[in-house]
């Protein structure tokens, strides 16, 4: 049974740094592609960043390109992002999943139980 966990999140003003952190367990983790996604109250759920198993590809979404970094220690079962220069538009919901699309284009979504309980950004002005 795969288990996903996040943590790292928390209150920052805007222009400081947040590093989220997500471990995974019960899978083969070096095989899989991960990434994280945010989402707002009401709203679907927004890719931010993927990169897959061989850490070969890694893409971002426009908006936070340029000042997120997606990782991965495979030898611990973790992927991390990376946040700086966080802005208020960045507060959110944010969530880590295990076998995303590698696109921020894709409509697919994993199945609910690929998917961590999330951690919430908070960036105030």
């Known amino acids: 049974q795969v288990q996903v966990a996040e943590s790292g999140g928390g209150l920052v003003q805007a222009g400081g740094s947040l590093r989220l952190s997500c471990d995974v367990s019960?899978?083969?983790?070096?095989?899989?592609?991960m990434g994280w996604y945010r989402q707002a109250p009401g709203k679907k759920r927004e890719f931010v960043a993927a990169?897959?198993?061989?850490?070969?590809?890694?893409n971002y979404h426009g908006h936070v390109k340029g000042r997120f970094t997606i990782s991965r220690d495979n030898a611990k079962n973790t992927v991390y992002l990376q946040m700086n220069n966080l802005k208020p538009g960045d507060t959110t919901f944010y969530l880590c999943?295990?076998?995303?699309?590698?696109?921020?284009?894709?409509?697919?979504?994993?199945?609910?139980?690929?998917w961590g309980q999330g951690t919430t950004v908070t960036v105030s002005s």
């Open positions: 019960g899978r083969t983790f070096n095989r899989d592609d």
């Open positions: 990169m897959s198993w061989s850490g070969s590809i890694i």
């Open positions: 999943v295990v076998g995303p699309p590698l696109t921020p284009h894709s409509a697919y979504l994993p199945s609910d139980e690929l």
